[in-house]
């Protein structure tokens, strides 16, 4: 008798559990149709949308490889014509590598106001990563060395002095040579100085930090006997 109670109770438990799904159902059924289909619509798109990009980047990459084969075959216009294109075109690294290659191009035949130009515009946009964009920033700046004021060189490469910055070797030293140019000796000895405090700096460029040093020291003790020193020329 126990037994047949507990499975009548049981039939009416299920009962009423059907029954407060199919209530739910009818209120709620169509909410829950459109919610799937929201989740299919957006796992499809995010699917295309990564196909999509790895097969913009395979194609990209490949132009710019054929690119390079139309330089390495001496055919320079034909080349310039294709990078050109990429970098138009594609926002991946390679419209990076091939903005890169056109403002050294540039640079290479003279035309250092089209170069810089060049290198700014890939430092400052978003194609390739952040790497591609500080070594940008850091060809402008060179070739802005010789006509840059002392304010533009600060602008130019303060951000790529940080220690974290791949960088900054280079970086501190041409703020060093932009300080010394522009007659700021104690910038440039601090630059300097902070050269030779990095064990990451390259040892060529320890040498040239020394150099510089030295240079600066003998210019303090020239001003300071009002003579240069016997060694000065």
């Known amino acids: 008798m126990a037994d047949g109670t507990d499975t009548f109770i049981r039939e009416v438990q299920e009962e009423l559990r059907r029954e407060q799904l199919l209530r739910i159902w009818q ?12 989740l299919v619509l957006a796992v499809a798109g995010y699917k295309y949308l990564e196909y999509y ?10 132009s710019y490889r ?28 390679y419209g990076a590598l091939a903005g890169l290659r056109l403002a050294a191009a540039s640079a290479k035949a003279g035309k250092t106001a089209e170069a810089v130009a060049g290198f ?3 430092a400052k946009g978003s194609a390739g990563d952040e790497l591609l964009r500080d070594h940008a920033a850091l060809q402008a700046a060179m070739l802005r060395l010789d006509t840059a004021d002392w304010t533009e060189m600060q602008n130019r490469l303060n ?5 974290k910055n791949a960088w900054r070797f280079s970086a501190r030293e041409l703020l060093g040579l932009a300080a010394y140019k522009a007659g700021r000796t104690a910038d440039a000895r601090k ?19 020394q150099l510089m040093l030295n240079v600066l020291t003998e210019a303090d003790v020239a001003k300071g006997t ?3 020193p016997a060694n000065a020329k």
């Open 53 to 62: 990009r790895i097969s913009t980047a395979e194609a990209a990459g490949a």
């Open 191 to 209: 630059t300097f100085e902070q050269l030779l405090g990095d064990q990451g700096t390259p040892p060529s460029m320890v040498e040239r930090a």
């Open 226 to 228: 009002g003579t240069a």
């Open 120 to 122: 700014d515009a890939i």
């Open 27 to 38: 209120r709620y059924g169509t909410y829950l149709i459109a919610a799937v289909v929201l």
């Open 66 to 93: 054929a690119a390079i084969a139309l330089s390495e075959q001496g055919k320079p216009e034909d080349a310039q014509k294709a990078l050109e294109g990429i970098a138009g075109k594609s926002s991946s690294g």
């Open 159 to 163: 951000d790529l002095t940080n220690d």
